[in-house]
């Protein structure tokens, strides 16, 4: 309710003795600080200006101006720039803030000191408030002790410089042992003026405009400093950019946070540290959070307990050419995140060109990134590392997922089986979309699935190309030993496709010990190889399952020496199961077999295909095998040593359709092509072949050794050259060469006459 225009009230000033005789001590230091400005001046000019103007004069005008600037402008700047070099300071002590302490000034300047044994409240070396920009090169600072505040404490200041300086031994119970920086002159919800110390418990994502205010920190050792109580070695809050480059950080000891710690800043940057031997309490190198941007590029974190690098709450991340090795903890008293890099909470999170190395955890040993709108691993090097849950690597919640050329080896294969749970090699969690390419996954272990590779979630869609999965073991009560990727979708969601893949030596006690795909509306397997994989205990498919989908594609494989052991019920090649449709074309079946330890029936060495239950009509399932060859595949109890389909319950009838499609040196017992229909059938009502040659005659393979595909090729006079009818949609063979006009019967279209 103020009126527009009012005159100010003015009173008459009042005077308190006490105030006056408080003040007096403080206005003799700059009187006394004016006489030394005078007899300096005199001495250089050689005139005695105590005489002439007179001190009177000079101090009357001293104290005009002061007045005046104090009345016309913020701060009374009476310095300008501050520059020291050369200085020692030795077991000095103090109660005070900084053996160095400017105030109020311009830049400020100290070079080629050392300072030693000091113990000071806070500012042990130096103490900036609201200066220019503080430059410090080759400065020593060794065993300094501050009760509170660090060695180089800057408030305030638009830029702080260290070069060419070590730090060793010093401590500090708050802020920062050797460096920290803040500026709090906007309210962006920091702690730079709390007085707190560093916690790091803030949960925002993005920092609030951060001011202009940059630190570096170059070629600069910071070793065996202590930081107790909330202080980390070196603490940066609420500036515009933070970078570390070419630092060694060995040996330091903080109780909270990490070594290094940033929080609510624009830009951070780490370049070149090496990383060694220290101990935080959330992680052992660097930890920042609140971010507008974090990279890191060329960094080795070795000797680590916990995370070497813990990133959240930040919009884009970046890792680069960086090493990260653990030091082999016995894997029982394991921390609970990824113990080499915990990446979370953020936007973009990009990691190449790195390798992890002997890092151990409850939840990714290797690398975890959790929580992201996307991630992205380009050539990355995991081996040897142990966790619960993904042993490499864990990607969870973390968006659009895009992996390329990964290399994940050996991983888990010293945990305890009951300890070990999904994804040996890696796993994803949760993700929007997955591209796995150019990728290999090898010797890893796991009781659960997935022990190369655990992809689960709500995926709209998952593509696996390029990519080797070998001797990954998938032990107890698990499936997928190479790759396992399982939709929570509805079934008319999605879509998953593995693509010029080779599974080989892969084990798993249930199903799909080469690869295990399901819960997508439509999966295909396209050009890839499955060999020499092994399941177990009442399990199918050996070498792929696929399984709870609307449509199953297998195009352009080959599966060879597949083994459904010891308890099989079928599909030693390929199981397709709880699903209505699937197709099976320009596919190679040698030598899969299917066995079982009692006299019960085996069903399918090479192909087994059941159905959904039976709410799904008869002549709505069915099973399409186009231009396939088929040889020395078994199911050595009973029956079916080639293709199988039922379906629940056992009375219930399933389309089978075979074109094009030869099969030779199956064993004399068992049928060829079997169904369940209370009895076994040679050919059961709803079965079909259309221009097949099923052990009717001599396919006359050409054995060509210099020809990968000779033993299965028919040579130039086979009756299988020209018998086909053909196919308007697979107008290619199982090497990608175009179908003759008719085609050759089987998955390779014939020798040339020579």
């Known amino acids: 309710q103020a009126s527009w225009l009012a005159v100010p009230e003015f009173v008459a000033p009042t005077f308190h003795w006490p105030a006056i005789l408080f003040m007096v001590p403080v206005a003799l230091a700059p009187a006394i600080e004016h006489v030394g400005d005078v007899l300096a001046i005199s001495n250089v000019t050689g005139k005695d200006y105590i005489k002439k103007p ?16 104090a009345l016309f402008v913020q701060d009374d700047d009476q310095t300008s720039d501050i520059a020291l ?54 400065v020593s600072a060794l065993d300094n002790a501050h009760t509170w505040g660090s060695a180089i404490t800057a408030h305030n200041v638009p830029g702080v410089t260290i070069e060419d300086s070590t730090f060793e031994g010093n401590s500090s119970t708050a802020l920062g042992a050797v460096l920290y920086v803040c500026d709090d002159t906007a309210d962006r919800g920091g702690f730079c003026s709390s007085q707190s110390g560093i916690t790091g418990d803030d949960n925002s994502r993005l920092p609030l405009d951060p001011q202009t205010v940059d630190v570096l920190v170059t070629r600069t050792e910071l ?108 894997g029982v008293d394991v921390q609970s995140v990824g113990s080499c890099a915990f990446l979370s909470h953020s936007g973009t999170v990009a990691v190449s060109q790195s390798t992890f190395t002997d890092c151990e955890s409850m939840n990714a040993g290797g690398l975890w990134v959790n929580y992201a709108d996307s991630a992205t691993l380009t050539d990355l090097t995991l081996t040897n590392n142990w966790a619960e849950y993904g042993g490499g690597f ?64 709500g995926m709209t869609e998952v593509v696996v190309e390029g990519s080797t999965f070998t001797n990954n073991i998938s032990d107890t009560v698990a499936v997928g030993g190479g790759l396992y990727v399982g939709a929570f979708n ?15 030596g892969n084990t798993a006690l249930n199903t799909g010990a080469g690869a295990a795909v399901r819960g997508f509306y439509e999966i295909t397997v396209q050009d890839s190889v499955f060999r020499s994989n092994t399941t177990s205990e009442d399990a199918t498919g050996a070498g792929l399952q696929l399984t709870d989908t609307e449509f199953a594609a297998v195009d352009g494989c080959e599966f060879y020496s597949n083994t459904a052991s010891e308890s099989g019920w079928g599909g030693a090649g390929v199981a397709l199961q709880d699903l209505p449709y699937a197709v099976v074309a320009n596919s190679l079946f040698d030598a899969n077999i299917t066995s079982r330890d009692s006299v019960d029936i085996t069903r399918g060495g090479a192909v087994q295909f059941r159905p959904v239950a039976s ?102 006079a086979s009756p299988a050259v020209g018998a086909g009818t053909g196919s308007a949609e697979y107008t290619t063979d199982l090497q990608g060469s175009p179908r003759g006009t008719p085609p050759t019967v089987g998955a390779l279209e014939a020798a040339s006459a020579p």
């Open 615 to 716: 709410d799904i009509n008869a002549a709505e399932s069915s099973l399409l095998v186009y231009g396939s060859t088929f040889t020395g595949n078994q199911a050595t109890t009973a029956h079916v040593a080639t293709i199988n389909a039922y379906r629940m319950p056992f009375d219930t009838a399933v389309d089978i359709d075979i074109v094009d499609t030869l099969a030779w040196g199956q064993p004399a017992s068992g049928d060829l092509v079997g169904y369940y229909n209370t009895i076994w059938q040679d050919h059961p009502a709803g079965f079909t072949t259309t221009t097949s040659l099923l052990e009717s005659a001599d396919p006359q393979f050409t054995n060509n050794t210099t020809d990968p595909y000779g033993a299965y090729r028919p040579g130039p």
């Open 54 to 69: 007179g001190l009177h004069r000079t101090l009357t005008g001293d104290g005009v101006a002061s007045m005046a600037a």
């Open 223 to 330: 070793l065996d400093n202590t930081g107790t109580g909330g202080a980390p070695i070196v603490g940066i809050t609420e500036v515009d950019s933070f970078t570390m480059s070419d630092v060694r950080l060995d040996g330091n000891l903080v109780q909270t946070a990490a070594p290094i710690f940033a929080t609510y800043a624009g830009e951070v940057v780490m370049d070149d540290l090496e990383v060694a031997g220290n101990i935080g309490s959330r992680a052992d190198g660097v930890y920042v959070q609140n971010l507008s941007s974090f990279s890191a590029t060329g960094n080795t974190f070795t000797e680590l307990d916990l995370p070497g690098l813990w990133v959240e709450y930040t919009e884009a991340v970046t890792v680069d050419d960086s090493t990260f090795e653990g030091q082999g903890v016995d």
């Open 85 to 138: 070099s050369g200085l020692t300071v030795e077991q000095h002590s103090s109660g005070v803030i900084g053996t160095v302490l400017t105030h109020y000034t311009g830049p400020v300047t100290l070079t080629d000191s050392l300072f030693a044994d000091n113990a000071v409240s806070a500012g042990g070396v130096l103490k900036a408030w609201q200066t220019g920009p503080v430059l410090l090169q080759r």
């Open 394 to 457: 864990v990607l969870g919640d973390a968006g659009e997922v895009t992996l390329t050329r990964i290399t994940s080896t050996g991983n888990n294969q010293d945990i305890p089986l009951s300890r070990s749970a999904a994804g040996g090699g890696g796993a994803i969690y949760g993700a929007t979309t997955v591209t796995v390419t150019d990728s290999t996954f090898d010797g890893n272990r796991t009781s659960d699935a997935g022990s190369g590779l655990f992809v689960s979630g």
């Open 490 to 504: 509805s079934p008319d969601v999605g879509e998953a496709t593995v693509r010029d893949c080779t599974f080989e």
